[in-house]
């Protein structure tokens, strides 16, 4: 197929890619010049403009959307829609909250236009060699632009989840399964850490990535960074966090689910990012003041 | 090799079988004559007892016990050891806890026996068709005996992983990891069936299951359950737990660390056993004492 | 003072009453002409209508909410902001959503009109004997009004907390404490009901209300909970929760704190409002997938 | 009474002091020579040596011991009992686990002794001008030497709890509660501090002291921690731990309660002890290996 390609970060090059290994004809724009000149070394098209990228495709056409959340899709359909026709067809793959995808959706919908909300996961490897894709949106138009997802993904990696916004909320939901599972990957070998024994960790991950109940690809990465650093000594513990976990237990409150194993997740992850809490000092003062227990000074 | 096998449980029978698949001479024993029957039928060795058991085999003995935790294993033990002679070799592969089992290494150990600690993991499926070894204990004597390890796991799916208590210690952190990891898938779901979406879940197990970020053996059987009840409307959602997790959280709590995923998932478990709970109740009681917000009533 | 109080509830009544006490000439409205009867046979004054209400009172005139947080709070503003004129002063002392607070002092300040956001605590008997407010608003205006919180609160038991929206919000967090601490109380009354010892609770609940570190109102609550049922046989331990708590944990997302105490709290009452789980079927059926663990049906 | 007194800690003083207020003559003996001079100089009786203490009581023989839990009961016992005759009563009214008391009060039962378990409460300030107890023992007996409890608490502030472990046992769970309620306080204000209101924390707390839900001795603590200092800023957040909420969420996890808040509030305390964690190592590593995600290095 032929499309319009916007975004060439970390994602959005390795999908390009991708795409063009199946044979799919891939014109596409990125704030960043290089970016597009290193794409179209690869063998791909060019645009310097979203109007130029769009005068590359002909009708109906696709423009696949590969860029961070946020403000950024906003500006970027505001200057599409213009330029679109009836019929013409947006991908957003990045990791949109699903209300804005709902939103966006009833947008361009209203304009003639059929907007997909696409979930990626599978992270960089998993968008250059074979991705998994959760996409919300109109079905039958889906099936028209089935193929990219087909090729692009592993085999069985792609999902039509239903109508719009279906395809961000299952992300949205596999990054809070994800966030704990982590999560409680890094318990365990904590656990492991602190306790009597003294373990290869590249090897226990290896072996259970093989055969045990926990084999996964998360327990694969974990064997890769232990074989990369076998203690971790390089690496501060702060667990950064990009979104997704949050919506998941916003989400939670909202429907009423008691999700604490996700919503931990993200608590410690936050706890991470401080060098000391507020609450620790009150409950350190207040240990004090029942029962004259020493609390630790910060130096002046 | 040749070994004796105590215990023909669901484990205990799929790995013997598994056993004889690769050339190894099993004699096994159980409490129940029919299991050693349908071992034989299967081409096995049979023993009527303890005795009878260790008579048929050659010293080095290998005794291999694949029976549940707990006193039952200290009670083999004791009717063991008087069997054995110095230089016999027992594998004890259940979940036992890690200080019975380094209780139990000391012991057999004293009397010139060698004990092994092995965590097995990988479900009836793994026991049957590969299965994954944790194994602790004296590592010359492990050399004797890994072909046994090596033939019923999958590839790379075993490992010695240093001095007798770390093989179950090593295994019980990794029933905590599963713990934390399946509450989070369950988690995820529960939030997509409360959720605006109405979704298939059989599906979205499935795309998870190939080329997502949370991929695993834990999502392929999300799948395989949803394949066979789509909203497992004929399960009731009681986790019971058979030890592993709780160790495992004591354990953190021995060791101090802050690990409030597994420990999550494990309090959960706790809570989907119960109807009604007593700090439900008393948080009940006190809004109606303090704001008049009414209660619910017991059916009298 | 002269002011009209609208809303004539569980805590609207208290608090007129209250008022009256301390020789404040109250003009109540509710929307239940019965509430304004009851009222005025307490000796208040009662207006049939907001713009009865208005017409009551002198410039500048206080015009006093205490109101079910929400729509209505806004429906309200909106029909009496015409009625107002410039200078009059609107109390808003419900449990409202601070950034609603923000909002709503932003379009009267805008019109002229000063807007208080005062959080008030200590329940039913505390509107009627002495209350504890949190107030946000204008500092200035705070001072001409201040002798209706001084004489409707306990000593010591109000506080001008700082701009616009600072009473809802700090209302808020205490709220939050609260869910903490309830759960708290209630989870160790689980603890003791499910030990080995057999406790009168309510005499317990008395001597950590004498005394103890943990003694407090709440503590006196539960004393009193249990002096009516003593072992709370006749409650279902379903625990509702009306919104700042979930504000609460929603804020501490946004400004990234680890409050696992308070999330924790909350997410338990949403699981005390549930019969299953669908969390717990998943991990039921997952544990039946890998092991072969029984599974308790649901009656078809 | 009279009595012996071992232990002359910042409890075994406060409350020995407290006892003779009350009329009652106190023998007191402690490793430290000059805890005893210093007692005696404020009008108690001393003692060189624990049977230097138990030659100075006419039978029955009344002893409290006021020490740290642990082997140090032990160990006194060990040296008490030879010194004891049939009708003695020692009373232990430290922080000992209620499996410890109960296998002492066993022992000493045995040899014809009287034993009670006592849980203390109020912290120092209680012990010198009125504490709180929940006690545990023969019933009967307790009645002999109530006068000393009733005159060294508060007004209501004892009960006897009921057999031998139930004493320590209550306080146990009380200590597990006031973690909970410290951490819910602590979580509170540090959502306080990070939010967008700028709040005189003395003065919050002094007024959710006065007439707020919340309530309670310990909000009056906080009040009192940040009269001293208004930001907490020469605090360190280290929450340390003395061992009774880490027995309560053992206590849980055995009698299987869902007690996610007193848990919780523990995790805290060991997390608020690390300046880094392997979790968070482990975590950030796995972003990085999926995601690309930067990593915060250690400095080398």
């Known amino acids: 197929m032929k499309l319009g390609l916007v975004g060439l970060g970390k994602m959005g090059m390795n999908l390009g890619l991708n795409m063009m290994d199946h044979g799919h004809q891939v014109t ?9 000149k290193k794409f179209q070394e690869a ?24 860029v961070p959340q946020g403000k950024i899709v906003d500006n970027l359909l505001d200057e599409l829609r213009p330029l679109l026709t009836k019929g013409d067809i947006v991908i957003e793959a990045g990791n949109s909250h699903y209300k804005d995808s709902l939103r966006r959706a009833e947008l361009l919908t209203g304009e003639g236009l059929h907007y997909f909300d696409v979930g990626t996961s599978g992270g960089m490897d998993g968008a250059r060699n074979g991705a998994c894709y959760m996409i919300g ?8 632009i089935e193929p990219l997802f087909r ?33 409680a990957i890094g318990e365990g070998f ?8 003294d373990y290869d960790y590249e090897a226990l991950a290896k072996v259970w990535s093989n055969g045990s109940v926990i084999r996964g690809w998360l327990m694969e990465l974990t064997q890769s960074a232990f074989s990369k650093d076998p203690k971790l000594a390089g690496i501060r513990g702060v667990m950064h966090s990009s ?3 949050k919506w998941t237990v916003e989400e939670a409150l909202d429907v009423q689910v ?25 409950v350190a003062a207040l240990r004090n003041e029942f029962g004259g227990h020493a609390v630790e000074k910060n130096p002046s």
């Open 243 to 245: 979104g997704e976990g």
């Open 151 to 183: 090729d692009t993904a592993v085999p069985n990696g792609y999902l039509y989840t239903g109508p719009s916004g279906s395809g961000h909320y299952s992300k949205m939901v596999h990054n809070g399964i994800e966030y704990g599972m982590m999560a």
């Open 28 to 36: 596409a724009f990125d704030v960043s010049p290089e970016a597009v």
């Open 258 to 282: 008691a999700a604490p194993v996700i919503a931990l997740s993200l608590l410690m992850r936050y706890r991470s990012a401080e060098d000391d809490t507020f609450t620790g000092k009150v």
């Open 190 to 197: 904590e656990i492991l850490e602190k306790g009597p024994f």
């Open 43 to 66: 063998g791909g098209g060019g645009a310097n403009s979203l109007a130029d990228l769009v005068q590359n495709l002909a009708t109906p056409r696709i423009v696949w959307l590969m």
């Open 137 to 144: 949106g109109d079905k039958q138009v889906f099936e028209t």
